[in-house]
């Protein structure tokens, strides 16, 4: 059973920055795209940034492209998301997911993923 589980998350000051990690197991990711969504409330799950667990493609919402960065340590399964210039709106629940669809090119959407992480909280305050 594939079990992603994220840490990182918290209260930070804007301008100021946060790492995610979602640890997965259960299955090879080789073939797989991991990613990252948020929520805030009384909103939809929106698209944050996504990467191949092989050869490392990236994607990137427009509302994080040059403050966010995800990246795959290989070695420990290990998903990260590094949020710089952290802006009030970026305050949700974000949640980290995986996909194995290999039809999909770009893999920015929720019902394009199988497996999600239970969520850690954001806050960033002005």
């Known amino acids: 059973q594939v079990q992603l589980v994220e840490s990182g998350g918290g209260l930070v000051q804007a301008g100021g920055s946060l790492r995610l990690s979602c640890a997965a197991s259960?299955?090879?990711?080789?073939?797989?795209?991991m990613g990252w969504f948020r929520q805030a409330p009384g909103k939809e799950r929106q698209f944050v940034a996504a990467?191949?667990?092989?050869?490392?493609?990236?994607y990137y919402a427009d509302s994080v492209k040059g403050r966010f960065t995800i990246s795959i340590d290989n070695a420990n399964n290990t998903v990260y998301l590094q949020m710089n210039s952290l802006k009030p709106e970026d305050t949700a629940v974000y949640y980290c997911?995986?996909?194995?669809?290999?039809?999909?090119?770009?893999?920015?959407?929720?019902?394009?993923?199988?497996?999600w992480g239970q969520g850690t909280q954001v806050t960033v305050s002005s």
């Open positions: 997911a995986t996909g194995f669809n290999t039809r999909i090119a770009f893999p920015t959407t929720p019902n394009q993923y199988d497996y």
């Open positions: 990467i191949r667990w092989t050869g490392g493609r990236t």
């Open positions: 259960g299955r090879t990711f080789s073939n797989s795209y």
